[in-house]
C-alpha cells in the first residue's frame, strides 16, 4: 500500500546532462509535494516543493514538475553536477494524511 | 543552530535487549517526528509530537515500540523487546508547525540488532 513510489532504485548521469527523477503516487488528497536530498551519514535535507495548484516549480538548477492527472512528479536538475550525487526521495501530503515518503532513488553523476 | 541532534549515531544490540533513541529538535520547533528508513519501505512515519503531545501514533509497528517527549526539547524512542527486523536507520525530524511540511532532520542513528 505504497503511496509514494520512486520505481527507478538508482540513476547513472554524466556531468553536465539533465537529471530526471520520477515518482508517483496513489492518494488523490495529497496536495503538496517536496524533494528532499540526502547525503550518507547524514539526514535529509528539503530540496524543492510543489503545491497542486501549481504544475512547475523552479529554484536554480532544480525544477519539479507536476501532472495531477497522471498522479506523477518529476524532478529536473540541470545541469547535473557531481555534488549532486545523492539519494532523492519524493514526499507529498494532504488530508489527514501527514508526510509519505517514497523509497528514494540513489543518483550518480559520472565526471 | 545545532539542527536536530540524535544519540546514539550507531547502536548494536542482541535480540532482545532494549533499545533507546534520543533526540533533541530545534529550539523553538513545536512538532516532532520520529521516521523509520529501510531499503524497501523509504522513509516510514512511526509516530508524531505537536507540543510534546502524541498525535498520530499509526506508524509504529508493534506494541514493542514506545515513544516519549517530556519537553519540547527531548524525545525518546524505546523499541523493548528489540528484534532484528528492527534494524534500520531511525531518524528523528523537527518542524515550526505540526503542518509545515519542510522538516529538518537529524542525522539519524544506525540500528542493528543480531
Known amino acids: 500500500d505504497q503511496q509514494v513510489k520512486q520505481n527507478s532504485p538508482s540513476l547513472s548521469v554524466q556531468e553536465g546532462r539533465i537529471s530526471i527523477l520520477n515518482c508517483d503516487y496513489t492518494?488523490?488528497?495529497?496536495?503538496?509535494f517536496l524533494w528532499y536530498k540526502k547525503y550518507p551519514a547524514e539526514g535529509p535535507t528539503f530540496l524543492i516543493s510543489?503545491?497542486?495548484?501549481?504544475d512547475k516549480n523552479e529554484d536554480g538548477r532544480f525544477t519539479v514538475f507536476l501532472n495531477k492527472s497522471a498522479k506523477h512528479l518529476s524532478l529536473h536538475i540541470v545541469p547535473s553536477q557531481p555534488g549532486d550525487s545523492a539519494v532523492y526521495f519524493c514526499?507529498?501530503?494532504?488530508?489527514?494524511?501527514?508526510?509519505?515518503f517514497g523509497q528514494g532513488t540513489r543518483l550518480t553523476i559520472n565526471p | 543552530d545545532a539542527g536536530v541532534i540524535q544519540s546514539p549515531r550507531h547502536e548494536v544490540t542482541e535480540m532482545g535487549q532494549e533499545v533507546t533513541l534520543r533526540c533533541k529538535p530545534i529550539?523553538?520547533?513545536?512538532?516532532l517526528f520520529w521516521y523509520r528508513q529501510t531499503m524497501m519501505r523509504g522513509l516510514e512515519l512511526l509516530i508524531y509530537?505537536?507540543?510534546?503531545?502524541?498525535?498520530?501514533d499509526s506508524g509504529m509497528p508493534e506494541d514493542r515500540f514506545s515513544a516519549k517527549m517530556p519537553n519540547a526539547s527531548f524525545s525518546t524512542l524505546k523499541i523493548q523487546p528489540s528484534e532484528p527486523r528492527d534494524s534500520a536507520v531511525y531518524f528523528c525530524a523537527s518542524s515550526w508547525t505540526a503542518t509545515n511540511e519542510k522538516l529538518f532532520f537529524g542525522s539519524g542513528t544506525q540500528l542493528s540488532v543480531l
Open positions: 510543489i503545491s497542486s495548484i501549481k
Open positions: 529550539s523553538g520547533h513545536n512538532s
Open positions: 492518494n488523490s488528497m495529497f496536495d503538496y
Open positions: 514526499a507529498a501530503s494532504g488530508g489527514a494524511q501527514k508526510l509519505v
Open positions: 509530537f505537536n507540543n510534546n503531545v502524541p498525535i498520530d
